[in-house]
């Protein structure tokens, strides 16, 4: 039952894809690896769970481009594009992104481990439509599994984060203010 | 008190989860870290296993395979029965059954080398259903009994016989309920530490940490006291991560015994749902026999739940399945008999609900089937039937010490959802004018649900409060945080109870070595036995600063107030912050701490005749469902759920609300979706692509209702509320289903054929 292998050959020398604003190197070991895993055991971004590895629960969504992917159907030597992962999410100043505190403020998280995903997918939704109906949340929500809320609350953390944004001038984009230089593992 | 407890949102573990810092057990790592993997047969029922492990060790990487024989304690361990095998001996029992572990570099490596391990054995036909094993002469498959029946639970009270004579309508029916994966979204973890003094340290993806360290302890061959089970995040449990997310602790915990090294065993899917256990399907037979005018007369009811090849907590799911055998409804003549039965499918346990979602579904089923045949309103049937204060319940307890609240729940979703309206606009029995593919339908049921254990176990917990120099606050307490939000709870009763600020509060997460055994975070407990333990440690702890700071507030100890974060004497100039009282009682000498232990009230159970106070007190529920069945597919919609709960008192409503409607949604999963088959004994949906549960669209928005009639017998007025979420929306969908129809469901998941449908 491994999956540590993907079909892609070696890392070229020299590749290196951006991680919440961060330009991270490939070695030649991390060829084949999914990107769920790069994540993971390369970087310790932990926040990217597991839940299926399979592509059915939407625990490892993160956003390549700003689209929501499965981490673990994507070969990290074929992501193309900026990555950002939960732990991109907060703001600069370190303060919770709009979605994250909807999140907090209304109740959404029970244990958590859907809880990055959710984020991600909500985010890509209202990159591309900011005022979005109960049904287009449900709709864009539909590929992330929770087994503990019901959706409801989820459902609700996105309607008032958009509300929030709306009032507040704009979508907010994460993953992209922060200093190259700068390291964001760990 | 005159704080109150906040409505927002208050998690104090939400931040870090929404930010992915929250660590669970997974997310663990250590420098020199080993990987575990476990090796199963493809055997479901087979002896004389032989294991061969050196091709395994010939895998680069592989650091050593571990079998029984390198287990220094018991290879077997169990709640109630020391039955389940960590590791086999010689027999295999069950698909899910682990015969090796190996011990790998790397992941990769673990589960190249398990790929490499043989197994020969003797294969036996495998016993496969209730029926089967009921054969007199089948195969009795556990070792310490001489019958596939494992547990007979009783229930007699009046003459069922005599009275079916005087009843103008009887009805008999048949019911079955499907095995159920709880499908945490995370599964089962383990990472292992052997500490320098020889303490073996578990940071594991389970609910509790006590019965997880018997579990090792048992395994390792080790006292308690050389175990510690540490707490980490948990992705969700649902009763699910007990017996088998404790194997997955023992396991690696061997491993670090054996290796000296820190050892990760992180199930896949796959292994998760291949071994861990599941809920008990059941099937039930009902007879009823009614007066003409409505009144329930009598009962008899035999049910047979599917154990599976090890005991779990069998006997205590179809405990409370007999102590509740005919749901929240007052019946003088009743014959239950309630028998668990061994089978070579995968076992199953624990799972939210706990033997009532079941027994609701027949029960409520039936309310509405007899309301049918007698021409009834199926509100007044409830209603004449329903338990009431001061009724005596089918077990012969006398409900006259809380607040009977089961029709005042039932008229609030009634006008909430509109039902008496709804149920006339029904699509069954109502000529429609237009060939719409829609039918429509609106069903309800009510229930009660005993809390905490009841007669299945003892029940107390700790809670301790230690109080720091500063002013801040450490509270401890005995119930373990599998994520839905118990250790919020605590706080705010600790912060209710003293006045003070959640900010002053840090809840500091237990291990098994630093607070004494709390029995398990099951049973809908955590906040009724949690939350009375942190009052009685808060009022210790007030007893001694009310002493200790009289003198200096100018007034008598039973003066001292505590609130708006300070403390009171009588005087309004007389007040001393958190941080000068803790001074003051430092300078006294005084440590600032208290201990408090809450021990349930008593409870009594008869096991020849199932009569006794099963309970000491019940949360009362209604549900109703409103659904749309498609003429061309079958498919049933849902489109609404209004619930009403009386939780006693809600202590943090959003967690309230959350955990209904999640509740909700778990019984419908159930109702409309889930089931897990076996071909021959091996499970065909290992993973969410087949097994599947209920995604964002599979659900409408909901509408809860929090009744609070505080409860005399909880010191925070709470009774919980993550059980009977779940337990009744199953009937309320199937009334909803045949009142669009006219068909009648006995058995879920609900499956329509589009041919019948009118
Ligand atoms: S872990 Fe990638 S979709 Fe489930
Ligand atoms: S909060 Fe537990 S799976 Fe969503």
Known sequence: ?186 | MSTTIREKAFRNDAVAKVTGRAVFADDVSYAGMLHMAPVYADYVAARDVRVDVSAALDVPGCRRVLTAADVPGATHYGQIERDYPILITDTIRTWGDVVALTLGDTRDAAIEAAARVTVTATEETPILTVEEALDPYARVIPTWSDSNVVVHHRLRRGDPDAAFAECELIVEEEFRTPVVEQAYLEPESAVCVPRTDGVIEVYGSMQHPFSTRRFVASLLGESLANIEVHGVAVGGGFGGKDDTAAAVCARAALGALITGRPVKLTYAREWSIRESYKRHPYILKYKVGVTSEGRVAAVKAEMFADSGAYLSVTPWVTWRSTAQCFGPYAVDNVCADVYGVATNNGFNGAMRGFGAPQVNFAVESIMDIIAGRLKIHPLGLRRINMVKQGSTTVTGQVLDDHTVSIEEVMNRVVHEVGFRKKYEECSFGTPSETDSDALYGIGLSISYRGSSLGAEGMDFCSAIVNGQFDGSLILETGIHENGQGSESVMTLVLAEQLGCSLKRIRYRRSSTSTIPDSGTTVATRGTILGGSAVVVAAREFRQLLSTSLATRLRCKPEEVRFHEDRIWGTTFDASLTWAEAMKELYLQRITPFAFGTYQAPDVSWDDTTGQGNAYFTYVYSCQAAEVQVSRKSGNVKLLNVVAAHDVGRAINRAMVMGQMYGGITQGAGMTLMEEVHRDGGRIRELNYNRYRIPRALDVPDMHGIIVENHDPKSLTGAKGIGEPALELIAPAIANAVHNATGIRCNSIPIKIDPEELP
């Not at chain 1, 907090?104 to 984020?119: N, R």
């Not at chain 1, 209202?126 to 005022?131: D, I, N, Q, R, T």
């Not at chain 1, 996105?158 to 507040?168: G, I, K, L, Q, T």
Request: aromatic share 4%.
């Open chain 1, 1 to 186: 039952m491994s999956r540590a292998t993907g079909s892609a050959g070696a890392a070229p020398a020299g590749q290196t894809i951006r991680v919440n604003g961060a330009a991270r190197p490939l070695l030649p070991a991390d060829a084949g690896m999914t990107l769920l895993r790069w994540l993971r055991e390369r970087e310790f971004l932990t926040g990217t769970k597991n839940g299926c590895e399979i592509g059915a629960c939407g625990a490892c969504t993160v956003l390549v481009g700003g689209r929501p992917v499965r981490a673990c159907k994507t070969t990290v030597t074929d992501v193309a594009g900026d990555v950002v992962t939960i732990e991109g999410m907060e703001r600069p100043d370190g303060s919770l992104h709009p979605l994250q505190q909807a999140f907090v403020d209304v109740g959404a998280i029970q244990c958590g481990f859907c809880t990055p995903g959710m984020v991600l997918a909500a985010q890509a939704l209202l990159a591309s439509k900011p005022e979005p109906s109960r049904l287009e949340i449900r709709r864009a929500l539909q590929g992330n599994l929770c087994r503990c809320t019901g959706y409801q609350q989820i459902v609700d953390a996105v309607e008032h984060a958009a509300r929030f944004m709306r009032d507040n001038g704009g979508i907010e984009s994460p993953g992209c203010t922060q200093d190259e230089t700068e390291g964001t593992t760990g």
